[in-house]
């Protein structure tokens, strides 16, 4: 069974850094692009930053120059580096990643169990 684990969320005042992780674990074929997304109650899931196989990332124009996503696909891992938080950063974030599975063979969309992110003022 495939599983998305996350940690390091937590409290940090503005203008501090948070490293996230996420772990793929299970059996599968291989992961293609993986990502960060977070929600507040009450809003809609929005996208924060992806990054394919191959490397190539992508930003919601809110975090760009902040956040910095990277991933080791040696440990099915993904990371996002949130620097100079702000409170508005504030939310729970969820880690995605498009695996595709051996039995059957296509991919799938998987998602963490989410982790708070609060920054204060």
């Known amino acids: 069974q495939v599983q998305l684990v996350e940690s390091g969320g937590g409290l940090v005042q503005a203008g501090g850094s948070l490293r996230l992780s996420c772990a793929a674990s299970?059996?599968?074929?291989?992961?293609?692009?993986m990502g960060w997304y977070r929600q507040a109650p009450g809003n809609q899931r929005e996208l924060v930053a992806t990054?394919?196989?191959?490397?190539?990332?992508n930003y919601a124009d809110s975090v760009k120059g902040r956040f910095t996503i990277s991933r080791d696909n040696a440990k099915n891992t993904v990371y996002l580096q949130m620097n100079n938080l702000k409170p508005e950063d504030t939310d729970v974030y969820y880690c995605?990643?498009?695996?595709?599975?051996?039995?059957?063979?296509?991919?799938?969309?998987?998602w963490g169990q989410g982790t708070q992110v609060t920054v204060s003022s």
């Open positions: 995605n990643a498009k695996i595709t599975t051996r039995t059957p063979f296509r991919p799938y969309d998987y």
């Open positions: 299970g059996s599968f074929f291989g992961i293609n692009a």
């Open positions: 990054i394919t196989s191959g490397g190539t990332t």
